[in-house]
């Protein structure tokens, strides 16, 4: 139940993550607002780059 719940904290930040970098915002200005590291920023940018859209694809759900 715990780990559950964390692993929907983490998923839930790299949504975050992916939204801000997706709208524009700089790593330095993510992490502030999200409290990610930039590992986990520059893991999120890559799959937006070059990843097969997953996060476009929920982002793109979340805005309807």
């Known amino acids: ?3 559950m719940c964390i ?3 983490a ?3 790299r949504l975050h ?3 801000l970098l997706n709208d524009g915002c ?3 200005d993510v992490a502030e607002v999200t409290g990610a590291s930039t590992a986990t920023i520059s893991r999120v940018s890559r799959c937006l780059t070059y ?7 929920v982002l793109g759900r979340l805005e309807k």
């Not at 990843?51 to 694809?57: H, S, T, V, W």
């Open 26 to 28: 700089k790593y330095s």
């Open 17 to 19: 993550v992916a939204k």
């Open 7 to 9: 692993r929907d904290r």
């Open 51 to 57: 990843g097969a859209d997953g996060y476009k694809l």
């Open 11 to 13: 998923m839930a930040q």
């Open 1 to 3: 139940q715990r780990q």
